[in-house]
Nanobody, 124 residues
Framework: QVQLVESGGGLAQAGASLRLSCAAS????????MGWFRQAPGKEREFVAG????????YYADSVKGRFTISRDNAKNTVYLQMNSLKPDDTAVYYC?????????????????WGQGTQVTVSA
C-alpha cells in the first residue's frame, strides 16, 4: 500500500488556477501509475486524470481536457494536478490515487490506494 497526502486545495474564483500536489510514501514510486479523482457534494467520485509510471502517458476526463494537466516528479515522489480556467463545476474534494504497475493506461477501477482528499471550491 502507498500512503498518499494531498495538498494545495482551497478557494478560487472562476477562471483562476490552482495546483494540487500529492506526496507518496513509498520506496518505489516509479513502479506506480498515479491518478486524480474528485467527488462533488451529492455525486459519486469520478476520474479526473491519470499518468503512467514515467509520465510518458497521460489521460483525462473530457470535462477537464485542455484545462487540467497531470505531471509527476519521481525524484520527489510527488504527482501534481495543475488546474487552469477553473469553473464552479470543478468544486469537489480531490483525491490522489495510485495503482502498482508500469502500463501506459489503467482504468479508473484499478486504482486501489487513496489519499484523504483536499477541498477545492470555485466561486462564480
Amino acid at each position: 500500500q502507498v500512503q498518499l497526502v494531498e495538498s494545495g486545495g482551497g478557494l478560487a474564483q472562476a477562471g483562476a488556477s490552482l495546483r494540487l500536489s500529492c506526496a507518496a510514501s513509498v520506496r518505489t514510486f516509479n513502479n506506480y501509475a498515479m491518478g486524480w479523482f474528485r467527488q462533488a457534494p451529492g455525486k459519486e467520485r469520478e476520474f479526473v486524470a491519470g499518468i503512467s509510471w514515467n509520465g510518458g502517458s497521460t489521460y483525462y476526463a473530457d470535462s477537464v481536457k485542455g484545462r487540467f494537466t497531470i505531471s509527476r516528479d519521481n525524484a520527489k515522489n510527488t504527482v501534481y494536478l495543475q488546474m487552469n480556467s477553473l469553473k464552479p463545476d470543478d468544486t469537489a474534494v480531490y483525491y490522489c490515487a495510485a495503482t502498482f504497475g508500469r502500463r501506459s493506461y489503467y482504468p479508473p477501477g484499478d486504482f486501489d490506494s487513496w489519499g484523504q482528499g483536499t477541498q477545492v471550491t470555485v466561486s462564480a
